[in-house]
């Protein structure tokens, strides 16, 4: 599932920017689609232009009954008759999403046969500190088994001391949840954590989900502002 919206607060209209000839949007659901990992890809939209953007262009859509706050609570009402395990969450604005990493998310459902994972999730290493300081960028902290502590968009850990060989994870946009748990989302009141960093995973860790990361060396452009739109081009060459 591929949530988009077309009003996004930073950049307005992102996902129909063009990249090399095609919309963000439909760059992104085409790399989805060339994964070959998924029994179906939809992209799940409030928008009129980005609907008739995806059909146009031969991909699978699904227009939102209800309004939404989140991504998890639009994928939620588009899956909630479907018969389904896992669902993946690619974001619509992630057009070099790629095979591999999703691979590994999707490994750490294989292996949790007591189903104790209620979501897995990807995470990259930054070593540039104005990437670890930037608000726009969400920044993950782990416990010993990679278990998610808490995410948000302030430095974390901070570095007080200097002598430490501190490592900072970029949260990537990528989820993949057993649909129970995206259900459950639904319907657990937003709390101030979650309402403070406008992180909407913060609200699984707030009512006691376990989210699984995955260290990932792909990078990748998130397409937030202007400005990654043009670094998203010259990567594209």
Not at 17 to 23: R, T
Not at 119 to 136: C, F, G, K, T, Y
Not at 146 to 169: C, E, G, H, M, Q
Not at 176 to 184: E, G, M, N, S
Request: overall charge negative.
């Amino acid at each position: 599932m591929i949530p988009a919206r077309y009003a996004a607060s930073r950049f307005p209209g992102k996902l129909m920017q063009d990249l090399a000839g095609k919309s963000v949007i439909v760059r992104t659901y085409e790399a989805t689609i060339a994964t070959n990992l998924f029994d179906d890809v939809y992209v799940v939209t409030d928008s009129d232009i980005i609907y008739n953007e995806i059909i146009s262009n031969g991909g699978k859509a699904i227009m939102s009954i209800a309004e939404h706050e989140s991504g998890s609570d639009r994928i939620a009402e588009a899956v909630a008759n479907i018969d389904c395990d896992i669902v993946v969450n690619v974001q619509g604005d992630e057009p070099f999403t790629e095979r591999k990493s999703l691979e590994k998310v999707l490994e750490v459902f294989k292996d949790d046969n007591q189903k104790t994972i209620d979501l897995a999730s990807l995470m990259v290493e930054i070593r540039d500190w104005d990437e670890i300081s930037n608000p726009n960028t969400v920044k993950v902290i782990v416990d010993q088994n990679r278990f998610a502590l808490y995410f948000s968009r302030s430095p974390i850990p901070y570095p007080r001391d200097k002598n430490v060989d501190t490592r900072y994870f970029k949260h990537k946009g990528i989820y993949a949840f057993r649909k129970q748990a995206l259900l459950d989302f639904t319907v657990l009141p937003m709390q101030f954590l979650e309402a403070s960093e406008k992180i909407e995973c913060i609200r699984y860790l707030e009512y006691g989900k376990k989210i699984k990361m995955v260290e990932t060396t792909v990078e990748g452009v998130e397409i937030d502002t202007p400005e990654d739109l043009e670094k998203a081009k010259r990567l594209w060459k």
